[in-house]
């Protein structure tokens, strides 16, 4: 059963509401003008939106098993171009008022909105992906330790590269991604300290398109390849298309990030240039928020997933990497490392 609190609408009341939801974003809700009166799980999505092939359609397949599962409504919200905070803000709180619950920012941009939708809606369950800022009794904060499996897909790039050179491409220059260049380069140098990483970041701000631009990580990974790169590994949402592309058309190799992007219909074409991806299972993370609310038990607080928990980890879906028996011996030896404490991963 759901919890008693979970707060429900009139439909006069939601035809409203959603309006004024249309307003800051677009959502693709199977709302009518009439309420259910017993709604679910709601995500808006960071930067880049639904079809990223990425961070926010692991969002949304985390939503899609909850739908199937619960058999409740569900409402994913896109962003707006130039939005504020308070865009933001108005966005979850129309969901919120909409009755559904919980309901999930996703992405660090988030942050304030979150905060400030959670103040107002103490009865609602809010989670936000990549943030661990936001402290209330209603907020999970859904994190994840991104720099080992980075740090293991430095091991396959030291292992794969003949050149001795190998690239990471960051969306973004912030803390987060930061994350995944340190464990990166981390685990090509513990691997092959002959190895050079070369390091790019597309934007310094969200909003200048690092996310969202796959010519600039298109771009970004031909740089690289000039200098001789033979693996280039890309952490920036939609812009990684632009990576695997480019390793594609030279005949290198790519690895993804957060989703197995290997087995993505967008990226057919490449999957054979996709070495493995680093993957972070934010539909895990998204649906067990879920679960939680629906067994009348919210998480709250910071719930992290790491190597240990299988919350992170390398795909295995390219055959020519799952059956390289030195690779993944030497994969699976430094994830135990890890997992024991034996090796200590930076995170900046």
Known sequence: ????????????????????????????SESSSESKGDKGLAIAYDVGGKGDQSFNDAAYAGLEKAK????????????????????????????????YNPVVGVGYAYASAVKGAAEKFPNTTFGIVDDSTVEADNVADLVFSEEEASYLAGVAA?????????????????????????????GVKDTNPKVKVLSQY????????GFSSPDKGKSAAEGQIEKKADVVYAA???????????AAANEVWAIGVDSDQY???ALAKYKDSILTSAMKDVAKAVYNLAKSVEDGKPETGIVRGDLKSGEVSLSNSNPKFADNAELQEA?????????????KVKSS
């Open 1 to 28: 059963m759901r919890r008693i609190s979970r707060i429900t609408v009139a439909g006069a009341a939601t035809a409203s509401l959603a309006l004024a939801l249309s307003a800051c974003g677009g959502t693709s």
């Open 68 to 99: 199937k599962e619960f058999g409740y409504e569900t409402a994913d919200v896109e962003p707006t171009e130039g939005e504020t905070d308070a865009d933001k803000q108005q966005r979850l709180e129309s969901l919120a008022k909409q009755g």
């Open 158 to 186: 030291a292992k794969s590269t003949e050149s001795n050179v190998v690239g990471f491409v960051g969306g973004v220059d912030i803390p987060l991604i930061h994350k995944f260049q340190a464990g990166f380069a981390q």
């Open 202 to 209: 597309l934007t310094q701000t969200a909003e200048e398109g």
């Open 236 to 246: 920036a949402g939609l812009s990684g298309q632009g990576v695997i592309q480019a």
């Open 263 to 265: 087995k993505q219909e």
């Open 331 to 343: 994969i699976e030896t430094a994830k135990k490392k890890i997992i024991d404490g034996e090796i």
